[in-house]
């Protein structure tokens, strides 16, 4: 028998961006935790935050255990912790189309902050400079691809979590139109436009303040805003649109 670490559940922190439980599935696991024990431990790093398995120790908290097995990871970078638990969400849980597209765009960001790129001809990613580095060991577009989701599926998801404005995704989470990736197309493309606009506004806020020019990046700046807000109106109006529709 493999015995694995045991932590105090108490001791496990949890962050503040999870994605959050689904009552069903903590009832699943419940039965099953009672029947056979916990079968895939939760997973942590040396600070005992949580990385993978909020279910699980949802499932045994109700329970009533107090303490709970785990995989501990040291992982020295919080983004490769991060990127273990994008997978893990992406492989093994069942996601509507909003919150599969969140991840994707995320785990793409995470790799480009890391330095970290596909070598050509290889499945592997290196860090600038030639180390190679594990995980991840696929780019997101090959592990889409062995989820089952091609290239302009990718993509379509891609813009979907870039292009739709914060404030309307979450009148957005956990309404049917979260799944329906017809749906939030729709709305990221409404205001594209304007997107762009508050984009080349806010570089050149950002160009002039480096410029120590205050007055011009304050211009900018407003400017921006006054895309935004429009970019927001456009969207919400595609949203009550695709609503009243469904």
């Known amino acids: 028998t493999i015995h694995m670490p045991v932590v105090a559940i108490k001791q496990v922190r949890i962050g503040p961006n ?8 903590v009832s699943e696991l419940m039965e099953s935790i009672k029947a056979n024990g916990l079968l895939n431990p939760i997973t942590v790093d040396r600070e005992y ?10 499932a045994c908290k109700m329970l ?3 303490q709970i097995e785990c995989n501990i990871l040291d992982y020295d970078d919080i983004k490769q912790a991060r ?6 969400n992406l492989i093994r849980s069942e996601l509507d189309a909003l919150e599969r597209a969140e991840l ?7 790799l480009a902050q890391m330095g970290i790129r596909a070598k050509r001809g290889q499945n592997q990613y290196s860090r600038k400079g030639g180390e190679l580095v594990s995980p991840p060991s696929k780019t997101t577009s090959e592990l889409a691809k062995e989820l089952g989701y091609n290239e302009r599926t990718l993509q379509q998801g891609k813009q979907i979590a870039k292009s739709i404005l914060p404030e309307v995704k979450k ?5 049917p139109i979260a799944k329906s990736p017809t749906a939030l197309l729709k709305i990221a493309r409404a205001g594209s436009k304007e997107r762009e606009m508050a984009e080349l506004a ?4 950002r160009e002039a303040e480096a ?8 211009k900018h700046a407003q400017l921006a805003a006054q895309a935004k807000e429009k970019q927001k109106e456009l969207q919400l109006v595609a949203l009550r649109s695709v609503t009243a529709q469904k």
């Open 18 to 25: 999870r994605r959050p439980v689904k009552g069903e599935k």
């Open 49 to 58: 935050n949580l990385i993978a398995g909020l279910h699980r120790l949802t």
């Open 64 to 66: 009533g255990y107090e």
């Open 83 to 88: 990127l273990a638990e994008i997978d893990e």
């Open 104 to 110: 994707w765009e995320e785990r793409d960001r995470l």
């Open 171 to 175: 009148l957005i989470e956990r309404t």
């Open 202 to 205: 806010e570089k050149a806020a």
């Open 211 to 218: 410029k120590s020019q205050l007055e011009e990046a304050q």
